[in-house]
């Protein structure tokens, strides 16, 4: 007997739960591509795109998943042989560097563990000894879905205009789009890259690239823009293949619509601030948890964790036989650790996009659950702790 069936609950950091609109919204036959209807959803994701990154500059369209835009990216802003510079604390930053090796770029990592948010003024200082301006671009995870670290942006912008070098920010915000605050244009970010399996409640599938007219300048000597990648065509198209370099993704564009129809109804600001009272219910259980045991927050520092993904460490192997229990006996599926050896000895609690408290409360109630079926040591009290930050 197990009571795993029913609706169950992806809880794992993207794809994410997916919204009965935007499912219902794929179930049709394939429309014409060549006119009519497409054409005018395709026009009006534009401007609700930008409403989401915050910026009133352009947005290019691609069909690919996170790792496409990445490179898309990095393809109109630099050439062979560029310099970027490379925060990272966890796997994605690794990622991204790894994505502009491949490019033939020359890579300088700052290196931050897993634990620790990125300094600016690392940043700051590497910025200052590149007295020749050969780095173009700084490339960041906002959030870094392995560690579940969340970066400063605000702060990164700032110690890049104290280093008076003019290198471009680009923003990975895979993990935090529609989740965690981010303000492109106020913050003086010049590129950011999205996905659509995230914080934007889509199948995977579809990758974004926001950029401004200082990242589209350097578009001009890019020569590693190629025809498919080249971003202008797809910001600014003449006509509507133009968006896509090809066909449409023609029922992710119907799904996306219905998405950002949720996200324009409920506003940013309150989708922010439910993901961050839902996180710090997440938090507060784990911390409880882990009064006794070995259970803890990968980030101890609250103002840099993310609101969509915690990263949780438990005896080695323990993480493992946790995760099994809530999706085999609960129907709950918990994230694996990432980007840490033993892998083993930790998970992660996807809360990303078309989430509530209810289900929150449920993957925590699951989790206690199993950590007393398993007989592994934790302290008492985690559900009544949560249930008290959303009744308070
Ligand atoms: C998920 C994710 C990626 C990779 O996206 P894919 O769609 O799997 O290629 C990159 N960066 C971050 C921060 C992510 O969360």
């Not at 029913?6 to 036959?29: E, F, K, Q, T």
């Amino acid at each position: 007997m197990t009571l795993s069936n029913g609706r169950p609950y992806l809880a794992i950091p993207g794809p994410s739960v997916m919204p009965d609109s935007v499912l219902r919204a794929m179930m049709r036959p394939a429309p014409n591509i060549y006119e009519g209807e497409l054409h005018n959803l395709a026009n009006g994701l534009v401007p609700d795109l930008k409403y989401v990154a915050g910026t009133e500059h352009f947005v290019a369209i691609y069909i690919g998943n996170g790792h496409a835009v990445w490179e898309a990216a990095l393809c109109n802003v630099a050439s062979r042989g560029d310099k970027v510079l490379v925060p990272v604390n966890g796997r994605f930053g690794h990622g991204w560097a790894d994505m502009a090796q491949g490019l033939h770029l020359d890579v300088e990592m700052l290196e931050h563990g897993m634990e620790a948010a990125v300094d600016p003024a690392r940043i700051e200082a590497a910025l200052r000894a590149d007295t020749e301006h050969k780095i173009r671009a700084v490339t960041l995870c906002h959030v870094d879905t392995s560690t579940g670290i969340r970066n400063d942006v605000p702060a990164i912008r700032r110690a890049m205009d104290a280093s008076g070098h003019p290198a471009l920010l680009m923003v990975d915000c895979i993990a935090s789009l529609g989740c965690d605050e981010m303000k492109m244009d106020e913050w003086g970010v010049d590129v950011i890259v999205a996905a659509s399996q995230k914080g934007l409640m889509t199948p995977p599938g579809l990758g974004f690239v926001w950029f401004n007219d200082k990242a589209d300048a350097a578009r001009n000597t890019a020569d590693l823009a190629s025809r498919y990648w080249d971003w202008r065509p797809r910001a600014t198209p003449d006509f509507f293949h133009q968006y896509w370099g090809g066909t449409a993704p023609t029922h992710h564009l119907y799904a996306l619509r219905a998405a950002l129809d949720l996200i324009r109804a409920e506003g940013l600001d309150h989708i922010w601030a439910r993901h961050s009272q839902l996180a710090k219910m997440i938090w507060t259980a784990i911390e409880t948890w882990g009064q006794k045991g070995e259970m803890r927050l990968n980030m101890a520092d609250a103002a840099h964790r993310s609101h969509a993904v915690t990263s949780v460490h438990l005896g080695h192997n323990d993480a493992d036989r946790l995760r099994h229990w809530c999706e085999h006996e609960a129907g709950v599926t918990l994230g694996i650790g990432l980007g840490r050896t033993p892998d083993s000895a930790w998970f992660r609690i996807g809360h990303m996009g078309h989430i509530n408290a209810h289900m929150v409360l449920g993957v925590i109630a699951t989790i206690d659950a199993g950590l007393k079926a398993l007989q592994i040591p934790h302290g008492d009290g985690a559900v009544e702790a949560a249930t008290r930050l959303l009744s308070a």
